[in-house]
């Protein structure tokens, strides 16, 4: 890893490991996912004058009136996401600054990852290739219609929330595959784990959480 993605003082290692140890005094139990967070430099994918906070356990505004999520959310949201058998196809549902899409890139296959705003998406994508994950492609378009495409998709993760979780993702979902993906109003927003059975859906509600809302067409 050179200099710029190392980083020093609050950006270094050590700061990685505060956070990494911080995530699992909360409950995070998945050592593939808090080494994959050790492992991953997030104060690229900030604003520099941000870097200095980006191991903090908080989100930060990265623009568009958009966040990069909480560091326990992301954890939280990824160990829901994992099962036994690996995870080959995963959709993520808003690419924002690419940060979840490079803990996903690190455990799947290969990530489909969808975004709206079109800037935001073309900065994540070089943020991710400084980072040489070559295991994701990405979409500009409305997160609500998934991408069909390459469906069905053994993960699916949502980083914005809808008023309902839209019928065309839950179509996509593979048999036995998950869904992590907040719903509700801001305010009183649930982070909800939704597997595919054969006799249909199942729902778990994780925790309470705030995303900001999810918009239909693309910015």
Request: hydrophobic letters at 40%; proline letters at 4%.
């Amino acid at each position: 890893m050179n200099s710029d993605l190392q980083g020093i003082g609050m950006t270094s290692q050590r700061a990685r490991n505060r956070l990494v140890d911080k995530l699992r005094d909360m409950g995070i139990r998945s050592e593939r996912v808090l080494e994959i967070i050790a492992g991953t430099p997030r104060h690229i994918f900030v604003d520099e004058a941000l870097a200095s906070r980006a191991y903090e356990n908080t989100a930060l505004p990265i623009g568009y009136n958009q966040t990069i999520s909480q560091p326990y959310i992301v954890a939280r949201m990824t160990e829901a996401l994992l099962t036994d058998n690996g995870l080959k196809k995963v959709l993520e549902v808003g690419t924002g600054c690419g940060y979840q899409t490079a803990i996903l890139a690190q455990l799947a296959e290969k990530v489909y990852s969808i975004e709206r705003i079109e800037a935001l998406q073309a900065r994540a994508r070089e943020s991710l290739r400084s980072l040489k994950l070559n295991n994701i492609r990405f979409r500009h378009g409305d997160g609500n219609l998934g991408w069909p495409h390459y469906a069905p998709y053994d993960g699916i993760i949502v980083t914005a929330a809808p008023a309902g979780v839209p019928g065309a993702l839950m179509d996509q979902l593979a048999d036995n595959g998950r869904m992590v993906i907040p719903v509700g109003l801001t305010g009183e927003q649930k982070l909800l784990l939704i597997t595919r059975t054969a006799q249909g859906f199942e729902e778990q509600s994780l925790d309470w959480v705030s995303f900001v809302p999810m918009v239909e067409g693309v910015g």
